[in-house]
């Protein structure tokens, strides 16, 4: 619908805008608004405010819980501008009129997403998550939150609960029940093995994660030195073992990079770190979709939930877990 504000009156009266003067302190509005996700269950708002930056590029505001875009703000402006590494400019972060929720304003990266597929671009994704992870390892970790294996049991566990008292709803037919059983056998198979996962994490050194390097997540820019990575949402960001972020990365590369800037991690364990980091990724989505089973409409998160049990059941049979 955002599409379809046209008149200068229609585009100041946007609440992205609004936030947008507020924090600027500015009486600007863009040329156009273009709505860049879908809301709904619990989603972010992203709007493109075209022309409307200070010399007049584009931003794109985000409006999500406050506390979520503060982590987001930190990293953009505190940290990576202490790394070598490409990132979107962060213009701020402001209050909405909702205390808890707020607006980050952040430089347009573009449409085009990371295509792992594509091999110059997983190459040019890899260097430069070799990079952050390497250089990042030297900064002070108690300034991050702590993402690594003991946040992913909290959350199997949330998961398992809420996987368990969704069983009732009568909005779920038997299928669906059976694959809540399903995942929470597979849930109690992680645990009896988590001593495993905590015992190989200990052995090597953290450094900051982003949590969720989807490809939506991922913009790539292509220019006169090379493709440019640029990393948005970094709400999940905090201090562990490089495990979460690897699913899409060559690990031969990486291992190679890393290991140039002092990390020193054999090729056996980014292997296992890739599995444990795809491990942590299933059990985030779960807890995700298994907290929307309380509702009467179900249909999106059991279908998520179907993918995830095919994951994970993959996953723990190549582990040798069940």
């Not at 269950?41 to 505001?61: H, T």
């Not at 440019?228 to 495990?243: F, H, Q, T, Y």
Request: neutral net charge; proline residues 4%.
């Amino acid at each position: 619908m955002d599409n379809a504000v046209t008149t200068e009156n229609e585009l100041r009266a946007h609440p992205a805008v609004r936030a947008w003067n507020q924090m600027a302190e500015a009486n600007a509005f863009p040329r156009r608004i273009s709505a860049l996700n879908r809301s709904g269950r619990g989603k972010a708002q992203v709007y493109r405010l075209a022309g409307i930056g200070p010399s007049g590029e584009d931003i794109c505001a985000k409006r999500s819980n406050f506390k979520n875009l503060e982590i987001e703000r930190a990293i953009y402006q505190d940290v990576l501008p202490q790394l070598p590494l490409t990132a979107v400019t962060c213009y701020g972060l402001c209050r909405d009129k909702d205390p808890r929720r707020g607006w980050l304003f952040v430089e347009d990266a573009g449409d085009k997403k990371y295509e792992s597929g594509t091999r110059e671009q997983k190459i040019a994704f890899t260097e430069w998550l070799a990079h952050l992870h390497g250089l990042a390892a030297r900064l002070p970790a108690g300034r991050f939150a702590d993402r690594g294996p003991k946040h992913y049991f909290k959350a199997l566990q949330l998961a398992r609960e809420q996987l368990k008292h969704s069983i009732s709803n009568p909005a779920l037919g038997p299928d669906d029940v059976a694959v809540l059983g399903d995942l929470l056998e597979q849930g109690g198979a992680i645990e009896r093995r988590w001593d495993e996962v905590e015992t190989f994490c200990s052995t090597l050194a953290g450094t900051l994660v982003h949590g969720d390097l989807m490809p939506k997540n991922v913009r790539v820019r292509p220019g006169a030195s090379g493709i440019a990575i640029l990393v948005l949402d970094w709400e999940m960001a905090g201090w562990a073992v490089p495990a979460a972020d690897l699913e899409r990365a060559d690990l031969a590369v990486y291992g190679s990079v890393v290991n140039a800037l002092g990390m020193r991690i054999a090729h056996r364990d980014i292997e296992m770190l890739a599995v444990y980091g795809k491990l942590f990724r299933l059990i985030a989505s779960v807890e995700w979709d298994s907290q929307w089973l309380k509702t009467k409409v179900v249909e999106q998160s059991m279908f998520n939930l179907r993918v995830y049990r095919e994951q994970l059941g993959r996953l723990l049979d190549g582990e040798g877990w069940r």
